[in-house]
T-cell receptor, first 114, second 115 residues
């Protein structure tokens, strides 16, 4: 999988929007961009994924740059329950067997202040 | 609908002891995975099972064995535990084998300490 780069940590205030960036300058045309988050003492949780177009779901929005070399996960109104480690991951549509070897890096630790 | 269930939640072993970590999913998913998570290391894939009847090595398979008992269950066995295997173990599943747009669903982990 192509490499992603995320800030180690970010801080936000409750009820404010949060923009979590991810750089993936070596992304290929068939890489999906996935986001997961991990709350304290829990397993990772799927948040959202996209290929080229921006995506919205009940949890978040994913904004993908036009050249696809970066993306941003947007939490529209952060709550204390959004405090977690957020992982940005690329998965190649054409990797076949290697697609199973999904690798999670260190992610971004989001702190939400009341 | 429980999702992915892991047992036990906590375990303490002495060096050389063996144990099996259990994982079951009720989502009728084809693929299942075992990861370990160590401080500062992210998650690393130990073994995976693309579909019932198949298993394959991940990034860090040494010291572990797996069994895909049926479509629902995927167990991880430590034959002779070592302190280096102290970690948090996560089981995951996904519906479409090898599909880049198929999310993984994780259990809440087994916290293993080997003394």
């Amino acid at each position: 999988d192509a490499k992603t780069t995320q800030p180690n940590s970010m801080e936000s205030n409750e009820e404010e929007p949060v923009h979590l960036p991810c750089n993936h300058s070596t992304i290929s045309g068939t890489d999906y961009i996935h986001w997961y988050r991990q709350l304290p003492s829990q397993g990772p949780e799927y948040v959202i994924h996209g290929l080229t177009s921006n995506v919205n779901n009940r949890m978040a929005s994913l904004a993908i740059a036009e050249d696809r070399k970066s993306s941003t996960l947007i939490l529209h109104r952060a709550t204390l329950r959004d405090a977690a480690v957020y992982y940005c991951i690329l998965r190649d549509l054409n990797s076949g067997g290697s697609n199973y070897k999904l690798t999670f890096g260190k992610g971004t630790l989001l702190t939400v202040n009341p | 609908n429980a999702g992915v269930t892991q047992t036990p939640k906590f375990q303490v072993l002495k060096t050389g002891q063996s144990m099996t970590l259990q994982c079951a999913q009720d989502m009728n998913h084809n693929s299942m995975y075992w990861y370990r998570q160590d401080p500062g290391m992210g998650l690393r894939l130990i073994y995976y099972s693309a579909s019932e009847g198949t298993t394959d090595k991940g990034e860090v398979p040494n010291g572990y064995n797996v069994s895909r008992l049926n479509k629902r269950e995927f167990s991880l066995r430590l034959e002779s535990a070592a302190p280096s295997q102290t970690s948090v173990y996560f089981c995951a599943s996904s519906s479409k084998p090898g599909q880049a747009n198929s999310p993984l669903h994780f259990g809440n982990g087994t916290r293993l300490t080997v003394t």
